[in-house]
């Protein structure tokens, strides 16, 4: 129940009540700052109309805060924001809180200004609408795709997350709004004749190029994981390299060298090929590296721009869209070369859980549903395979026995 405290003024007169709501207590016990507010009381009323009101109002204000449409907290959506991307910045990735800064310089023109407890599900569903709209895209001048506009409520949905976890709203208003529907992408990959045909034209280009390529068809890994690959992550003997670096870009620090997306770093068997060509680069660089001299910064990294220094990640982007012009080939892109590679795996029979942790992978589940369409097709072979083995090689052999 509510209590009810009475303020007076100087004379004596009672001028106001201030309300207050249990609001519970915190992990350690102690009570969290009740919910409140302050009825004035109307010149001339008497006494009777007074407690009936003042009841009234005590039981909707209760009534309200229960409900979850009451909060302590009057901060605006940015400056919740802001507060929430610390917490963030503690746990994620640079280049993870760099994303969500861009995205919430659109959210911040559109919604910072609400409160955070006074914002509502139709207000976000106007916001996701408008971004859908021409123009929104500066690039294009069309709209923004489900895709961006689903990334924005995602952030949106997690800032208000933190609020109900502290108890500053109840309710959080991103559950009741309705974003685009995510769009199914399935992953795009090369043909077999395509990789040959890539494998055949870097024969003509530098040996540093075509290291990179045969890494990243052979292993899999991410661009940034080859990028970053260092001399001392190599075991020759071994065949194998360690997956411990990745190489990223960001324009607030420019290229910096993070550890791979999961966190983890794993273990991938290299082909004595790919072993055989390394070694042979390296040696390249080590030449290379003796008639810099001074001028050579020494950082450990394979692949580094002509004075040692790592290179920028998005000079492979440039330099594959070179390629494929020149050569006249498919569309390429670093992390179709991934794609491909996993395609292989399944078409091959390999099981999931090894696909899945070769290519860095949380979880199995993250892998299959990438690429559930190769597993339809890998399924429909298994199916042939057997009708093959069980059904028309047991028809063939009754056939000739018949003869």
């Known amino acids: 129940m509510a209590s009810i405290t009475p303020r007076k003024n100087k004379q004596g007169e009672i001028i106001s009540y201030q309300i207050e709501v249990f609001r519970g207590r915190d992990s350690s016990g102690k ?12 010149q001339g009323w008497k006494e009777r109309s007074i407690q009936k009101e003042l009841d009234k109002v005590a039981n909707e ?14 901060k605006t959506f940015e400056q919740y924001a802001a507060y929430v991307m610390t917490l963030k910045e503690r746990d994620n990735k640079h280049k993870t809180v760099f994303r969500y800064k861009q995205l919430l310089n659109r959210i911040n023109a559109e919604i910072g200004h609400i409160t955070v407890s006074k914002l509502t599900s139709a207000e976000l569903n106007s916001f996701y609408l408008k971004m859908g709209k021409k123009g929104q895209n500066k690039r294009t001048g069309g ?23 502290e108890g500053i709203i109840q309710f959080n208003p991103a559950d009741g709004a309705t974003p685009p529907k995510q769009p199914k992408h399935e992953a795009d990959f090369f043909e077999i004749e395509d990789v040959i045909r890539i494998r055949e034209v870097l024969l003509k280009e530098p040996l540093k190029w075509r290291v990179i390529v045969y890494l990243l068809i052979d292993t899999g890994a991410r661009r940034g994981e080859i990028m970053g690959l260092k001399w001392s992550s190599i075991d020759f003997s071994a065949n194998q390299i360690v997956i411990e670096n990745n190489l990223l870009y960001s324009p607030d620090i420019g290229v ?5 997306k999961t966190h983890k770093k794993r273990t991938i068997n290299i082909a004595p090929e790919i072993c055989s060509l390394l ?9 290379h590296k003796m008639s810099m001299g001074d001028l050579w910064t020494d950082t450990g990294f394979c692949f580094t721009q002509d004075n040692g220094l790592p290179m920028y990640p998005d000079s492979l982007n440039t330099y594959l869209y070179q390629l494929q012009d020149e050569y ?20 091959l029979g390999e099981n999931p859980v090894a696909i899945s942790k070769r290519l860095g992978h949380d979880q199995v589940s993250t892998t299959q549903n990438m690429y559930s369409h190769v597993l339809k097709e890998s399924d429909k072979k298994v199916s042939n395979d057997v009708a093959e083995l069980l059904y028309r090689n047991t028809n063939k052999k009754r056939g000739k026995t018949a003869k």
């Open 256 to 260: 910096y060298n993070d550890t791979p």
């Open 61 to 74: 204000f209760e009534l309200n805060c229960k409900a979850g449409r009451i909060s302590i907290e009057k």
């Open 31 to 42: 009570k969290l700052k009740p919910f409140s507010m302050s009825w004035k009381v109307p």
């Open 143 to 165: 709209g923004l795709s489900p895709q961006t506009i689903l990334h924005h409520h995602r952030l949106i949905h997690a800032i208000l997350e933190q609020a109900v976890k």
């Open 328 to 347: 006249d080939l498919p569309p390429i892109h670093p992390h179709k070369f991934r794609h491909t590679h996993a395609s292989i795996l399944y078409e």
């Open 279 to 287: 070694k042979l680069y390296r040696k390249e660089r080590l030449k």
